[in-house]
């Protein structure tokens, strides 16, 4: 079975970008897509985007001018980057295995906070 | 943007009992792309229904979801104590992909 664990620093500085890294274990990265979703505190899940191993991506058009993705084959791993962070970008992020667009696997989730 | 609107917010229930969800979207979901997950606090979403009515492997038979279109529906036939959590509804057939804000199941 999968199993997806996010990393991250749990602090983030306004303006500043944000990095998140997503280790897949227990299968290959090499097939299917991989997503990202958020949820801030006290509100719902919010879809960021995918992207397949061939690097083709699908980004929320409301994050797409701050969003990118990346995927790492050698360490089994991909990634996120968001720029220009404020304040409302602080959430629980969280990786997924897609079936398809679908999330099927979830990580645990890492908090990342947004703060001067 | 597909809007889900899920009810009840809460519902209040006691183990052994059925609990019925609703998931509205504001326009039809494309192939009835409707997913149904299990969220507990600190854990990761658990998906349990895809495609409107297609149970994952491993789920117990007591969940099931049905509907199509625009009104979709969770059922929980008799709730266990490990029920009792947030069910969120998802929708997958259009970009950007949306949730519904969820519905809390909790111990009456």
């Known amino acids: 079975q999968v199993q997806l664990q996010e990393s991250g620093p749990g602090l983030g500085k306004p303006s500043e970008a944000l990095s998140l890294t997503c280790a897949v274990s227990g299968g290959s990265i090499s097939s299917g897509y991989w997503s990202w979703f958020r949820q801030p505190p006290g509100k719902g899940l919010e879809w960021i985007g995918n992207?397949?191993?061939?690097?083709?991506?699908h980004y929320n058009p409301s994050l797409r001018s701050r969003v990118s993705m990346s995927v790492d084959a050698s360490n089994n791993q991909f990634s996120l980057r968001l720029n220009s962070v404020t304040a409302a970008d602080t959430a629980v992020y969280y990786c997924?295995?897609?079936?398809?667009?679908?999330?099927?696997?979830w990580g645990q989730g890492t908090l990342v906070t947004v703060s001067s | 943007e597909v809007v889900l609107t899920q009810s009840p917010g809460t519902l209040s229930l006691s183990p052994g009992e059925r609990a019925t969800l609703s998931c509205r979207a504001s326009q039809s979901v494309t192939n009835d792309y409707l997913a149904w997950y299990q969220h507990k606090p600190g854990q990761a979403p658990r998906l349990l229904v895809y495609?409107?009515?297609s149970r994952v492997f491993g789920i117990p038979d007591r969940f099931s979801g049905s509907g199509s279109g625009t009104d979709f529906t969770l059922t929980i036939s008799r709730l266990e104590p490990e029920d009792f959590a947030v069910y969120i509804c998802h929708q997958y057939g259009s970009s950007p992909l949306t949730f519904g804000a969820g519905a809390k199941v909790e111990i009456k």
């Open positions: 997924a295995r897609g079936s398809g667009w679908l999330g099927a696997s």
């Open positions: 992207i397949q191993f061939s690097g083709a991506t």
């Open positions: 495609g409107a009515s």
